[in-house]
């Protein structure tokens, strides 16, 4: 897929219970889900992080996520890895205070970087372009 050298956005799915939206930059990915990911929707959201061209930091707000089921921690996983092994980052954001617990009951917290807003990930960009 071709993406322009400036930001590009409209990439997503949505349904009743869960909405993904992606925009691409230079650099960074960010994805923005808000609904509830479970059984039912992580299809969708797996689909909408499989899709996300690679770059360095996949910023993925989880801001609006309200129910993140084991089948989300799975994908949440299964995405690290992948973006990892592609030698990116996977970069969480404000997650709601539910999600965070379940991040923090998971060890989620110990393997992904969690950070408090959306420019915080910029931060970890540059680092990533230093080394």
């Known amino acids: 897929m071709s993406v ?6 409209g990439m997503g ?3 009743d219970r869960f909405d993904v939206q992606i925009s691409v930059g230079d650099d960074v990915v960010d994805v923005r889900a808000v609904g509830e990911i479970d059984i039912a929707t992580v299809g969708a959201f797996r689909a909408a992080l499989w899709a996300a061209p690679a770059r360095p930091v996949l910023r993925l707000d989880l801001s609006g996520v309200r129910v993140l089921s084991a089948a989300g921690v799975r994908a949440l996983i299964a995405a690290h890895l992948r973006i990892r092994a592609r030698g990116g980052e996977l970069v969480l954001v404000d ?4 999600v965070a617990r379940v991040l923090r009951a ?3 917290h110990r393997v992904m970087p969690i950070h408090e807003s959306a420019t915080a990930g910029a931060s970890r960009l540059a680092e990533l372009a230093s080394v």
């Open 4 to 9: 322009p050298a400036d930001r590009f956005t």
């Open 13 to 15: 799915q949505r349904s």
């Open 95 to 98: 997650p709601d205070p539910v």
């Open 106 to 108: 998971t060890g989620l």
